[in-house]
């Protein structure tokens, strides 16, 4: 199995593309939504504040080693205190959607149990007041990685009682912010949070076991389907999806060998979430390949799993090219680097072409009644120049290369229907911690002063136009 976020060692590709394609808001369907997107943990701060209880990303950050800078985001934008400014700014970018996460543990500080803190549900009240008032449709994640601390301890993600907490936590969300949110995303990236939190380890919260991760993959996805009705009831006119990250595979060379892996690795990495998704249950060649590693799964999940959604979030960053390697795992598999290529600063490939074939395939296999790329983004090493403007002219690229990859699905007959650029802010970005700038507005950590980027500036004339 691939890592998500290949180690910081990648090296970058001397390959600068900074080209401007002519790309113009008009030749998108009059109704597409523009966003942007963040999540909770990586721009809130304020950990302690309002009764909010320990999250799983509090704990992994205070163990020693586990984020690159030492960091937390304990502090992060200090959103919590400065939401209005930062939808000022998403409503001066020209956006009309807004896409954030609730942090469970501002909800239910223990997880679970007793009345969800008033505190808490009344900042995203607050919140999503003030996008509705600044013309920004809410788009709420109910599950962007910060688990409650207290339900690690009783397993987390591994158990199949956290699911009840999830439909617990859930409910009272849905019930207080339902009359104003309408668009709601169960889960994201249950990918990330299964193997990278609980196979690699490099995100909270550090477990390293394969069988793990496939039984927390299960239980969110089983979390996902039990949601969907409980939504449902609890929002007249909601809107449910989930959002997966899903990456087009290539393979390494014409060999049959690669050629199966490919397969295994598209079965594992895309499959596994989008045919259960769909009522086709888990991928039979992936669970012949698992063998002990198969979840446990009970009568019953497979149908709830595949509860019918009104939108499927896709997070698009980058495409993978894929070796066989009969000693890696039970998929055998192993994404390796396609040299020469442009990279971002993280090392992830740039490939809008990839985008495109990703959203045909998933479209083409799968027919969901909609799309939203629920984020898109590129990290760069931002300069501050001496008139204090940012010039990222990377970032403004590989953005206008990927909104004109949109355009082109949206010509094949893909039901794209919005994109949410990822970010908004530069933020804590997970076990990188701030070394990894994705935002349109540049955030100094030390004055929590925003500047808008040359990237975010283009963005914004691109919606005015
Ligand atoms: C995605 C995450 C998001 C952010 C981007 C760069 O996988 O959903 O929180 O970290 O990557």
Known sequence: MSTDRPAPTVPQSDLTVIDLPEVRRRDFPADFLWGSATASYQIEGA?????????????????????????????????????????????????????????????????????????????????????????????????????????????????????????????????????????????????????????????????????????????????????????????????????????PPTAASDSAADAAAVSRHDGSRNRWFLDPLNGRGYPADVLALLGPAAPRVLPGDLEAIAAATDFLGINYYFPEMVADAPDAGPIATR??????????????????????????????????????????????????????SILDLQRRSYLARHLRAAQQAIARGVPLKGYFAWSLLDNFEWAEGYLRRFGLTYVDFDTQKRTLKASGEWYRDFLRA
């Open 335 to 388: 994404v390796v680097e396609r040299p020469g290529v442009e990279r971002t600063a993280f090392g992830w490939e740039v490939s809008p072409d990839g985008m495109v074939t990703l959203l045909d395939r998933v479209w083409r296999d799968y027919r969901p009644a909609e799309i939203y790329l629920t984020e898109n983004g590129s990290t760069y090493d931002d300069v501050v120049r001496p008139d204090g």
């Open 47 to 247: 950990c302690d504040e309002d009764g909010r209880g320990e999250s799983i990303w509090d704990r992994f950050c205070a163990t020693p080693g586990r984020i690159r800078d030492g960091s937390s985001g304990a502090v992060a934008c200090d959103h919590y205190h400065r939401w209005p400014a930062d939808l000022d700014l998403a409503r001066t970018l020209g956006t009309n959607a807004y896409r954030f996460s609730i942090a469970w543990p501002r909800i239910f500080a223990q997880g679970r149990g007793g009345k969800p803190n008033a505190k808490g549900l009344d900042f995203y009240s607050r919140l999503v007041d003030g996008a509705l008032e600044r013309g920004l449709q809410p788009w709420a994640t109910l599950y962007h990685w910060d688990l409650p601390q207290a339900l690690q301890e009783q397993g987390g993600w591994a158990t199949r009682s956290t699911v009840s907490a999830y439909l617990e936590y859930t409910d009272a969300v849905t019930r207080h912010l339902g009359d104003r949110v309408k668009h709601w995303i169960t889960q994201n990236e249950p990918w990330c949070t299964s193997f990278l939190g609980h196979h690699e380890g490099n995100h909270a919260p550090g477990v390293r076991n394969y069988a793990t991760a496939m039984q927390v993959c299960h239980h969110l996805l089983l979390s996902h389907g039990l949601a969907v009705p409980e939504i449902r009831r609890n929002v007249p006119q909601g809107r449910v999806g989930i959002t997966l990250s899903l990456h």
